[in-house]
Structure formats: C-alpha cells, structure tokens
C-alpha cells in the first residue's frame, strides 16, 4: 500500500509540476473573477433586500421584468421565472436572501464542464505522454505490476479532477464573500424544481449540483484515459473525448426515437433527470437503468485500458 501511495503521490507531482496545469488553474480563477465583476458591476444580481420595503422592492423588480418581456421576448422564458419565484416570496410572506457567496457558488456550477475539459486534457497524457517522451520504458522496468502503474495513473487524473473541483468552489466562496458578502453559513432560497417551486437550503443545492455534474466529469475522463492509453495518442484521446462531450445530447437527440437510443452513455450522464418527480429524457429508462449503464461503460474503459496496456510491447 505504501508503494503505491507513492506511485501516485509520484504521479500528482509529475502533473502539478507542468506549467500547463497552472495555466488551467489560473484561467479557472480569472473566469471566477471576472464572473464576479461582472455580477457587481452591471448590477445583474440584487445584493440585498431592505427589511422594511422588500416587498416594495419584489413589486417593483416584477414590473421591470414585466417590461423586459414586453421589449425582449427573447429573454421571457428567464424573466417569467424570476416573475414566479419573486411572487412565491410575497406569498408566502418570505423575505429573500440578498445575492451572496452561496448563491455565486452555486452559479458557477457550469464551470464543471471546464474542469471535464481540463481533466480531459490531464487524463489523455498522463499515458500517451509517457510513449510520446519514451519514459515508458524506464516505468516499466522497475518491479511494479503493469497494473498498479495504470492504475496509480488513473487515481492521479481523478485526484486531479477533484482538487481542482475543491478548489473551484473555495475560490468561487472567496471570491463570492469579497463581493457579494455572505449571508449566513446556509441561507435558503427558492429554487426551481420540476414539481414547481421550492424554498430550499443553498448548500444542499449546491452539493446536488455539483456531485451531479461530477458524474459526467468522471465518466468523459475515463473515456480519455483508456483512448490515452489504446492509441498512445494524447490528440486522438483528446480530440474524440472533447467531440463527444460536446455533441453527446445532440447525439442523444438524433437517435431518440429509436427504443436502442436509452443505452448510449451520454442519455445516462445526466442524472438530474430523475429528480424531484423529472420524467426521463427517453421512455423505459430510470434512475437503477443509468446506474447499471454507466457502470457497465465504466468497466469497459477501464477494462479496455487495462488489456492493452499490460498487454502491450513497448520493447521497440
């Protein structure tokens, strides 16, 4: 056990020492930033709510929203549901939580999708790197299993993957307290769910919306790192594992008639569509179905990994 704690202690290192991880970091936390001045700035967010006049406030924002409707049909869909969620305050005699650092973190849960890329981009290296530099063979000499070596491999990638995901949510608090305040360990706020409205604590949304994305994040990795390892190449796994991250709900949506279209992994990844009474995306499917489904392609690739890996000659 201490051998391979090592090996992939080892393998942390050899990522956190290339100067391209932290550019990664560094453009995660400038998109932080400017996320936040932008929010201060442009007065998109109300900061805060005066104890006396909110209602007068909420009845006003309303009429705003109203006007916007009227002028720009094209931002209805959003204006009608601040309209509905401002009128569930006011009926249930609720004073809303000014916009604070929870309610930033839970607004940065679309950067998730860049850590996938970022992960990506780690997880189709660590292996193809190695064949591409020729350090394989130095690897590969010492008398450690083939096994463990991939396997240390792919703990770093998700290492990496959730460090930097710790770090995404700390820094979007930090930042989220400079600029915004915060207003309580864990204020509550109403949420749209798919059984209507719902007055609900933030932490606990922020919790679901991030472990959710994880899923996706988890599985775009794996795919990357057993095409890492198959083809040796770090543009091939990246460049496949991009392409179906991106076009994964489009391929999803071009096949959904046929009854075969609920086995594809992308129409699994999404697990919120199994929430708060959520019909699935395609009839027949359920939240034990994507369970079992992403499980069997998450033993493929990394079975796949694994055959090819121990199996290869790296000799030439």
Same mark, same amino acid.
């Given at each position: 056990?201490?051998?391979?704690?090592?090996?992939v202690?080892?393998?942390?290192?050899?990522?956190?020492?290339?100067?391209?991880?932290?550019?990664?970091?560094?453009?995660?936390?400038?998109?932080?930033?400017?996320?936040?001045?932008?929010n201060?700035?442009?007065d998109?967010?109300?900061?805060d709510y005066?104890e006396?006049?909110?209602?007068?406030?909420?009845?006003?924002?309303?009429?705003?929203?109203?006007?916007?409707?009227?002028?720009i049909?094209?931002?209805g869909d959003?204006?009608?549901s601040?309209?509905?969620?401002?009128?569930?305050?006011?009926?249930?005699d609720?004073?809303?939580?000014?916009?604070?650092?929870?309610?930033?973190?839970?607004?940065?849960?679309?950067?998730?999708?860049?850590?996938?890329?970022?992960?990506?981009?780690?997880?189709?290296?660590?292996?193809?790197?190695?064949?591409k530099?020729?350090?394989?063979?130095?690897?590969?000499?010492?008398?450690?299993s083939?096994a463990k070596?991939?396997?240390?491999?792919?703990?770093?990638v998700l290492?990496?993957a959730?460090?930097? *995901?710790? +770090?995404?949510? !700390?820094f979007?608090? =930090?930042?989220g #307290?400079? %600029?915004?305040?915060?207003?309580g &360990?864990?204020?509550?706020?109403?949420?749209e769910?798919?059984?209507?409205?719902?007055?609900?604590?933030?932490?606990?949304?922020v919790?679901?919306?991030?472990?959710?994305?994880?899923?996706?994040?988890?599985?775009?990795?794996?795919?990357?790192?057993?095409?890492?390892?198959?083809?040796r190449s770090s543009?091939?796994?990246?460049?496949?594992a991009?392409?179906?991250?991106?076009?994964?709900?489009s391929?999803?949506l071009?096949?959904a008639?046929?009854?075969?279209?609920k086995?594809?992994?992308?129409a699994?990844?999404?697990?919120?569509?199994?929430?708060?009474g959520?019909?699935?995306?395609?009839?027949?499917?359920? *939240?034990? +179905?994507?369970? !079992?489904v992403?499980? =069997?392609y998450? #033993?493929? %690739?990394?079975?796949?990994?694994? &055959?090819?890996?121990?199996k290869r000659?790296v000799?030439?």
């Amino acid at each position: 056990m201490v051998k391979f704690y090592r090996l992939v202690n080892n393998e942390v290192q050899k990522i956190y020492i290339q100067k391209s991880t932290w550019v990664m970091y560094i453009l995660l936390a400038l998109i932080v930033l400017v996320g936040a001045i932008i929010n201060l700035t442009t007065d998109l967010v109300v900061k805060d709510y005066d104890e006396n006049n909110w209602r007068e406030e909420l009845q006003a924002e309303n009429t705003e929203l109203m006007e916007e409707i009227e002028e720009i049909g094209l931002l209805g869909d959003i204006n009608t549901s601040l309209i509905e969620q401002n009128n569930y305050y006011l009926e249930h005699d609720i004073q809303p939580p000014g916009y604070g650092a929870w309610q930033y973190v839970l607004e940065n849960v679309f950067l998730v999708s860049l850590i996938s890329l970022f992960t990506i981009i780690v997880a189709a290296g660590i292996l193809a790197n190695e064949f591409k530099w020729g350090t394989i063979k130095l690897i590969l000499i010492r008398p450690i299993s083939r096994a463990k070596i991939l396997l240390s491999k792919y703990v770093a990638v998700l290492l990496f993957a959730i460090y930097t *995901l710790i +770090f995404l949510v !700390i820094f979007s608090v =930090i930042v989220g #307290a400079l %600029f915004f305040g915060i207003d309580g &360990l864990n204020p509550y706020m109403v949420v749209e769910k798919a059984s209507g409205l719902e007055y609900a604590p933030i932490i606990k949304e922020v919790a679901v919306g991030y472990g959710l994305k994880v899923v996706n994040l988890v599985m775009m990795a794996t795919f990357a790192f057993m095409i890492s390892s198959i083809f040796r190449s770090s543009g091939i796994a990246i460049g496949t594992a991009v392409f179906l991250m991106l076009a994964g709900n489009s391929i999803v949506l071009f096949f959904a008639e046929h009854s075969w279209s609920k086995y594809i992994l992308f129409a699994n990844t999404d697990l919120s569509q199994y929430l708060n009474g959520s019909e699935p995306f395609i009839e027949g499917m359920s *939240l034990t +179905f994507s369970s !079992i489904v992403l499980g =069997i392609y998450f #033993a493929i %690739f990394i079975i796949a990994s694994w &055959l090819v890996f121990t199996k290869r000659d790296v000799a030439s």
